[in-house]
């Protein structure tokens, strides 16, 4: 018990000296002009005056000393029990890399491996009944698709229309995908995360780097292999095969061993991917030898404060004080104690409002941080990552620079506004012409209308099918009374 005694919150110490130091001063103090030792004789002082009259200590000073000093170690939080609590590594943030390369649309693994990729996402949304999970694409460049949300419902719907056919330009980056993984859950203001990486290979040494980064930042990295390492042709949208500089049919093979050494280096898992969901249970199950993984176990070992005890002690004390109006002073030290969850007096005196709203954001209460934060950007950014997309696009369309013109297009698109996405994304585009995410999410969602008006010209055609005897017999009519009149 003694070995794990501390103090959790021990700043509170430094104030000790400085409460002795005014307590003994003050009680040590001689009494003024006007007191009784002056008029006692000395002789006669022991005998009528009180032991802190005679020897000139004033006892009330002691009093509050010892009050300030059981209230500072209270504060202090001593501890030296833990108290175990569940692990659940479904609370905590999830990034999900998907590899949009060509050689996705090997078929090795049947139909293809980016739509067996596609599926497995989906599988995965549906075990992550809670925590955040954001998707990016990637191949020469990465984009967002979604950014942290628990909103897991968007983000399939989403899944669906990811293809090669959209990313701007070729090849394979697994680097710009860790790092974009790594922006999105520094931005969130997450103390620990996994980057999921979907993908047949393109690692490099410095792929690996980044990886460490990522591990050393207190995150991890888990890799998927999709395809096989026997590997398949790449089909070209309009026919034939892939080839190679010297005009020979390129085979996309699935490098396993550097990406089960890339997911080492981040301090994840690799698996390779299955018909079943045996390679989900890998990825998830278990701890990973990451730095963020024993960061969480040890987050959720709490220590059971014993401060609270010493307020015990203060109340006999305190009932001693209740003369001469010395109990106000008694407050100065026992007011401190109050810690209350939300914001008080007390977290105003010494934090801003947006600085208590930012603590809140990192703890996760994004709710309460978009209550707290003054900045309507920032109560925006709360309010979207809690899933109040409608909330957050109001916010966001009060302000008309680009960053906030993007976010809005974002916080529309979690909605299902596809149109109004559209035209976020493209204002975004006229003040900034370059913005390669700005472009991507225009183009995303230039897809998912062309999606939509397929998908009702469908429903439209099934309806005309009914009545599609009718039609016919009235145009053959029709036809006919246009021969004759020409004749």
């Known amino acids: 018990m003694l070995a794990d005694f501390h103090f959790i919150r021990p700043e509170w110490l430094i104030a000790l000296p400085f409460v002795l130091l005014t307590a003994v001063l003050f009680a040590r103090r001689r009494l003024g002009p006007g007191s009784w030792e002056f008029v006692v004789d000395p002789q006669l002082a022991p005998h009528v005056l009180s032991g802190s009259q005679a020897n000139g ?7 509050l000393g010892v009050t300030g000093v059981l209230g500072i170690l209270a504060l202090a939080g001593p501890a030296w029990e833990r108290i175990e609590q569940p692990v659940f590594r479904s609370e905590q943030a999830l990034v999900v890399a998907l590899d949009l390369s060509r050689s996705m649309d090997a078929q090795d693994v049947a139909p293809s491996r980016l739509l067996r990729a596609r599926l497995k996402i989906l599988d995965l949304l549906q075990r992550r009944a809670s925590g955040q999970t954001a998707l990016i694409v990637y191949s020469a460049n990465a984009f967002t698709v979604t950014p942290l949300t628990t909103d897991s419902d968007t983000v399939a719907a989403l899944v669906n229309s ?28 997450m103390g620990y995360g996994e980057v999921l990486l979907i993908t047949d290979g393109g690692s490099t040494p410095a792929t690996e780097r980044a990886a460490r980064d990522l591990r050393d930042a207190g995150y991890s990295l888990s890799v998927l292999g999709v395809g096989t390492t026997d590997g398949a042709p790449i089909p070209r949208a309009t026919g034939g095969f892939v080839t190679d500089q010297m005009g020979q049919i390129a085979v996309a093979r699935l490098e396993e061993t550097s990406l089960r050494a890339l997911a080492t280096a981040g301090g994840g898992r690799y698996a390779t991917l ?123 369309a009060a302000k008309g620079d680009t960053r906030n013109l993007y976010n809005l297009g974002n916080a529309m698109a979690m909605q299902g506004e596809f149109e109004s996405a559209l035209d976020a994304y493209e204002q975004v585009l006229e003040m900034e012409p370059d913005n390669a995410d700005a472009k991507y ?44 009149s020409d004749n």
Request: aromatic letters at 6%.
């Open 57 to 63: 200590i004033d006892s009330r000073w002691i009093l």
């Open 162 to 189: 990811l293809g090669t056919d959209i990313m701007p330009s070729r090849g394979s980056y697994p680097l710009a995908a860790i790092n974009k993984g790594r922006a999105l859950l520094e931005q969130a203001g």
């Open 274 to 396: 299955t018909s079943d969901n045996s390679d989900l249970d890998l990825l998830l199950s278990g701890e990973t030898t990451s730095r963020s993984a024993t960061d969480e176990t040890q987050g959720t070992d709490r220590w059971r404060e014993e401060g609270p005890w010493l307020l015990l002690l203060l109340l006999p004390l305190a009932a001693m004080s209740f003369r001469r109006g010395w109990a106000i002073v008694l407050l100065v030290f026992v007011l401190p104690l109050a810690q209350p969850a939300q914001a008080s007096l007390w977290d105003d005196m010494w934090q801003t409002r947006n600085q208590q709203a930012q603590e809140r954001l990192e703890e996760g209460d994004v709710l309460a941080a978009a209550e707290l934060f003054d900045d309507g950007e920032w109560q925006a950014v709360s309010r979207y990552r809690g899933g109040e997309f409608a909330e957050s696009a109001a916010k966001f």
């Open 441 to 484: 999410n225009r183009d995303l969602m230039d897809e998912m209308l062309q999606e939509q008006q397929s998908q009702q010209e469908g429903e439209s055609q099934d309806s005309d099918q009914e009545s599609g005897g009718e039609s016919e017999e009235s145009d053959g009519e029709n036809e006919s009374d246009q021969q004759n």
